[in-house]
């Protein structure tokens, strides 16, 4: 599902206009982002965490010129998705049918 396809989705469902849940849609990507890059974390309660990571410094190599050079600590975005969303997603996944070229390891 793409951006466009959730606007559709969402005005469809609510009524609302899909440029109106467009606008909400990108005030809500804009203050994530915003409050992230702040330093500050996102909770919504039965949805997820969009919180901060910290990655530690280390030694990395630069394949064409075969020189290692040194990674710093940096920070990145990431999600962590609440217990009730993880278990709702393992309910449906699991009575979907399997695809036959799935990109899984299923076959090990």
């Keep these: 599902m793409r951006k466009a396809d959730l606007v ?19 005030t809500f990507f804009k203050e994530v982002k915003g409050s992230l890059a702040e330093g500050e974390n996102v909770y919504i309660r039965g949805f997820g965490s969009f919180v901060i990571k910290r990655r530690a410094k280390k030694i990395g190599r630069h394949i064409k010129k075969n020189v ?41």
């Design 8 to 26: 559709a989705a969402i005005s469809e469902k609510t009524g609302v206009p899909k440029v109106d849940v467009l606008v909400t849609l990108e």
């Design 68 to 108: 290692a050079i040194e990674i710093p600590e940096h920070f990145i975005p990431s999600f962590k998705p609440a217990k009730v969303f993880v278990e709702q997603v393992k309910s449906n996944v699991d009575s979907l049918p399997k695809d036959s070229d799935s990109d899984d390891d299923d076959e090990d």
